[in-house]
């Protein structure tokens, strides 16, 4: 009875033991996933699934739903009387500037970071708008057929995995744009890089929001802030609809205060234009706009300005570089998932560009996860590791010395890219992600932190 007493407690002690260590080793392949080592492959499936198709980019385009949206009817009467209301409303509500001054941290306009004014309620836009998203199917039926679909129903049930503090908001309230300004601001960032669409036209899933660029610039202004525009991948984008869509935009907003220009090296002030996808377009066809001999140049003309690509696979930096572009961002805030995005690549893209008078800009994010869009898409989530990985992230980008960080994002809750404020919040169906143990304003906190940081360092950089 004492031997078999003695082996009973020595079988419950190794179970313990064994118990123990086998969540150590869990907890250890959680963190590494979430990590994700600099040198991971990004050949698998995903890649291709979230990006326009490489390998047959013309015959998905072909197909692609006309991203054309018009609000027709009522529904335009009644979403434009609302719109004046709020611009009306803003302009009596907007305090002195220089109390706002003297309590938030300096604009940095070496820091941009990625916004979008897709979202909308039903208060404002008379239905939701985004936050319903639709959930994206696999590209392979078999994996689809797996994972659940539909779309989400908000303001409990929305397309994403934090949930915003301001709820299931409307760009066009007031009131966000005046949070969203202050957050932005408090975060010491400068620039606000704008998601444009030409005037009709919107992403699938959401409603033209050309209208809304005047509110956001006077807002911008108040704040201290500049914009810019990120060219989204409209329909028929080519050389010849970039040329008139850049002239409507410096004609439109060219004038306004807030309006972004950066000073080059020649001591020139010129406009910047993030131009997304701008891969899915050949270098042939951009040469005829960015390049001083093509057919529908904009060189040296009133309309010339800073066009950055972006950079996903290594041997598009060629295709940039011949396009006749001025520099190149990485956007995706996924470390390994492309090769722009892979932040142990940066220095060799830095030395590129520097070798030929581009400009190098890496965008830095604190996190990514889009399975409330994506479900299938586990693989590329990165776990925020309380703050660590969007450290990690801007101290890749610092080492390469850029002149300009980009920041993605403020508010793609879609992909879980946000630095707004998130908040706890369960429903009856969902348990949302958030920022505890710290506080709602933790990534706006962070930025700040780095933007003082990069701010003195490049004090150091041009010594």
């Known amino acids: 009875i004492l031997n078999y007493d003695i082996m009973a407690r020595f079988r419950r002690r190794t179970c313990i033991i064994l118990l123990l260590f086998i969540l150590f080793i869990c907890s250890i392949m959680m963190a590494l996933k979430t990590l994700r080592p600099d040198r991971a492959g990004f050949g698998d499936p995903f890649g291709l699934g979230l990006l ?27 979403v434009s009387n609302l719109h004046s209301i709020a611009v009306n409303t803003m302009k009596a509500s907007m305090p002195p500037v220089n109390k706002l001054e003297e309590e938030l941290s300096s604009p940095n306009y070496n820091f941009h970071i990625f916004y979008y004014s897709w979202f909308g309620n039903p208060q404002f836009d008379g239905k939701y708008i985004h936050w319903n998203h639709p959930l994206l199917p696999h590209w392979d039926p078999k994996i689809a057929n797996n994972y659940p679909k539909g779309r989400h129903n908000p303001p409990e049930d929305i397309g994403a995995n934090f949930y915003p503090e301001l ?6 309230d007031p009131s966000v744009i005046e949070a969203h300004m202050k957050q932005m601001r408090s975060a010491s960032t400068g620039v606000i890089v704008l998601s444009w669409y030409p005037p009709g036209m919107a992403d699938e899933n959401g409603e033209p929001t050309d209208d809304l660029v005047p509110v956001i610039l006077d807002y911008a202004h108040k704040y201290n802030l500049k914009v810019t525009f990120h060219i989204e991948p409209y329909k028929d984008r080519d050389d010849r609809s970039m040329y008139h869509n850049v002239k409507y935009i410096i004609d439109k907003y060219g004038g306004h205060p807030a309006f972004y220009r950066h000073k080059t090296s020649t001591g020139r002030f010129l406009p910047m234009f993030y131009v997304y996808d701008s891969y899915v377009t050949i270098p042939e066809i951009w040469a005829n706009l960015l390049t001083v001999s093509g057919s529908q140049t904009i060189r040296n003309t009133p309309y010339d300005a800073l066009f950055i690509a972006l950079l996903v696979e290594e041997r598009h930096k060629h295709d940039i570089h011949r396009s006749g572009f001025d520099g190149m961002y990485t956007y995706f805030a996924t470390n390994g998932f492309s090769y722009g995005s892979s932040h142990h690549n940066w220095a060799s893209l830095k030395a590129f560009c520097d070798s030929n008078n581009l400009m190098f800009i ?14 299938w898409n586990n693989h590329n989530t990165r776990n925020r590791v309380n703050g660590k990985y969007y450290e990690t992230a801007f101290s890749a980008a610092l080492l390469v010395r850029p002149e300009i960080i980009s920041i993605t ?12 404020k998130a908040v706890p919040k369960r429903t ?24 003082e940081k990069y701010r003195k360092e490049q004090e150091q950089w041009l010594m």
Do not use: A, C, M
């Open 52 to 78: 326009p198709e490489l390998q047959q980019r013309t015959v998905l385009l072909d197909n692609k739903p006309n991203s054309l949206n018009r609000v027709q009817g009522d529904t335009v009467t009644r």
């Open 167 to 172: 709820g299931s908001y409307s760009s066009k």
């Open 362 to 375: 890496p965008s830095v994010g604190p996190g990514y996860i889009d399975t409330s869009i994506r479900p």
């Open 409 to 420: 994002s403020f508010n793609e809750w879609h992909e879980g890219t946000q630095i707004e």
């Open 428 to 451: 009856g169906q969902v348990v949302y992600l958030d920022y505890k143990p710290h506080k709602p304003n933790v990534y706006l906190e962070l930025t700040q932190k780095w933007s």
